[in-house]
């Protein structure tokens, strides 16, 4: 079983940047895909970004294609979503989550971090 700690998040103003880690410990993170997921108050949680073991492919929602960017360093058990061009609309708490294989909903992905505020001013 794998334990995933985010961090990084916070208050910043509508184009700014923020860059979310998260930590895994309990097990090599190299042999899972790994999603940032998010959810804002009253609605659903929804994907946001994944990359397969190795870093060699990633997928990305509509919505922050081209603004946020997914990777990985397996030496460090860490994944990171670099966040630019940041929108009011991107206010959510930002999970990190773990899978077996590879997933686009949340129902798919086995391990969460507890999650991590990111709030858009405007």
């Known amino acids: 079983q794998v334990q995933l700690v985010e961090s990084g998040g916070g208050l910043v103003q509508a184009g700014g940047s923020l860059r979310l880690s998260c930590v895994a410990s309990?097990?090599?993170?190299?042999?899972?895909?790994l999603g940032w997921f998010r959810q804002a108050p009253g609605k659903e949680r929804e994907f946001v970004a994944a990359?397969?073991?190795?870093?060699?492919?990633?997928s990305y929602a509509d919505t922050v294609k081209g603004r946020f960017t997914i990777s990985r360093d397996n030496a460090k058990n860490t994944v990171y979503l670099q966040m630019n061009s940041l929108k009011p609309e991107d206010t959510a708490v930002y999970y990190c989550a773990a899978n077996y294989g590879v997933g686009l909903t949340p129902g798919e992905y086995r391990y969460w971090g507890q999650g991590t505020q990111v709030t858009v001013s405007s």
């Open positions: 309990g097990r090599t993170l190299s042999i899972y895909v």
């Open positions: 990359i397969s073991r190795n870093g060699g492919r990633t």
